[in-house]
């Protein structure tokens, strides 16, 4: 399949200013790209923030050149998330928007903005991630509600976006209203949830990962506990999921004072879980005040990278980037330490959609970057620079 053609005027990635507060607008129509289009790879949407505005900035992966100011934002808390050709860019906590763009136009006309906040309700919905799965179906996954929204992503009124709901209210603990959703992944045609279930003071609980058949849009018994029927993660306050297909992976990073997370593998098809690592995994990393927390994994082939935070001392804190094999029964986590990644935070990791290589985004407020590893861990490449930090990043794949 051929990629879209990124040199006509009405090209992808446009140079200029793109306008004030809250919009994306004028453009002069001359394209940064003139590249023939088999060469430019994936598109990268890259959400920039400083915790007070935001923007997304949109570039390829090939020839790594960003350009700054769409869906510029006077908010800073957005996620994004795509489909096909649609960028989603979702408001989160106390925004509760969904706003959806098109590559094939230019991401300059939005398609629409919907409103997620709730009627007569002072509680933020604050969506996490939109995953959808046809031109018709998406799951909302909402951290401040107690149940997943089924919704038409193609509705040309707000009124018909949400279609039903899947309960999950049963895992909201007491003094809580929602079991605090966070991320899911769909697999062997069932949308696996992870739940932090975190306490009315924040600290941790048992969390599960909740599995519901994408056909009925149920629950699914998945054992034998009196209480649930969802699966029971060793791994407390989770983060982040990713899978294969064959398996699940949950990353939780724990209480935020002690070393107590974990990396979970569950199987997609009995259901059980193996603890790959836990509080004791990296305790080489402990020093006198310092704790090791476990925050992102990304699938890559045969490997899996992650990154652990060395959290002690001054904000943001330093990261570890580990590989190992996420099939080994025992696997072995290798460092990788580039030069200019070395006793630096890192704000996300991004696998590319053919897995061949794996962004990494640097969190420096005062050099914000992106750098480049392929699959052994090694850099490729030169650092892409930013005006703000990179707090959540996605590839589109757009073919003809």
Same mark, same amino acid.
């Given at each position: ?120 309700? #002072?509680? $933020? =919905? @604050? %969506?996490?991630? +939109?995953?959808?799965?046809?031109? /018709?179906?998406?799951?909302? *996954?909402?951290? !401040? ?55 009315? #003071?924040? $600290? =941790? @609980? %048992?969390?599960? +990962?909740?599995?519901?058949?994408? /056909?009925?849009?149920?629950? *699914?018994?998945? !054992? ?177």
């Amino acid at each position: 399949m051929k990629k879209l053609s990124l040199i006509t005027a009405s090209a992808i990635m446009l140079s200029g200013c793109f306008g004030n507060s809250d919009s994306s607008s004028e453009n002069n129509d001359s394209p940064i790209v003139t590249s023939p289009a088999e060469e430019t790879g994936y598109l990268v949407a890259a959400l920039l923030s400083d915790y007070v505005t935001s923007q997304v900035s949109i570039g390829t992966t090939d020839q790594r050149e960003f350009v700054d100011g769409y869906i510029v934002k006077s908010e800073s808390d957005y996620t994004l998330d795509t489909y096909g050709t649609y960028l989603y860019h979702i408001g989160r906590n106390n925004i509760d928007t969904l706003e959806r763009y098109d590559a094939l136009t230019s991401f300059l006309t939005q398609d629409y903005s919907y409103s997620l906040a709730e009627d007569g309700s #002072d509680v $933020s =919905t @604050n %969506t996490y991630q +939109l995953l959808q799965v046809s031109e /018709t179906k998406a799951y909302l *996954i909402s951290y !401040g509600k107690p149940s997943i929204l089924i919704i038409d992503p193609s509705a040309s009124n707000e009124s018909d976006l949400v279609t039903g709901e899947v309960d999950l209210s049963a895992y909201s603990p007491e003094g809580t209203t929602s079991p605090t959703m966070v991320k899911a992944v769909i697999a062997d045609n069932k949308l696996f949830v992870a739940m932090q279930r975190l306490n009315a #003071d924040w $600290s =941790t @609980n %048992t969390a599960y +990962l909740a599995v519901i058949d994408t /056909t009925s849009d149920t629950e *699914i018994n998945t !054992g034998d506990n009196e209480t649930f029927n969802g699966i029971e993660l060793s791994a407390t306050n989770p983060g982040d999921v990713e899978t294969d297909g064959t398996y699940v992976f949950v990353i939780g990073r724990g209480d935020f004072a002690t070393d107590s997370g974990g990396l979970d593998r569950i199987s997609t098809d009995d259901y059980s879980v193996e603890a790959l690592g836990d509080d004791t995994t990296f305790a080489d990393l402990n020093d006198d005040g310092i704790v090791f927390h476990y925050d992102e994994i990304e699938l890559m082939g045969s490997s899996a990278f992650m990154t652990v935070s060395i959290e002690g001392g001054s904000w943001p804190y330093p990261a570890n980037i580990y590989s190992f094999d996420p099939s080994a029964e025992t696997p072995q986590f290798t460092v990788h330490q580039p030069e200019a990644l070395q006793n630096t935070a890192i704000s996300l990791i991004r696998a590319t959609p053919d897995e061949t290589e794996l962004w990494v985004a640097t969190d420096d407020s005062s050099d914000p970057q992106i750098y480049v590893l392929d699959e052994t861990g090694a850099l490729t490449g030169d650092a892409i620079s930013f005006d703000q930090v990179v707090r959540d990043l996605d590839f589109i794949d757009v073919t003809e």
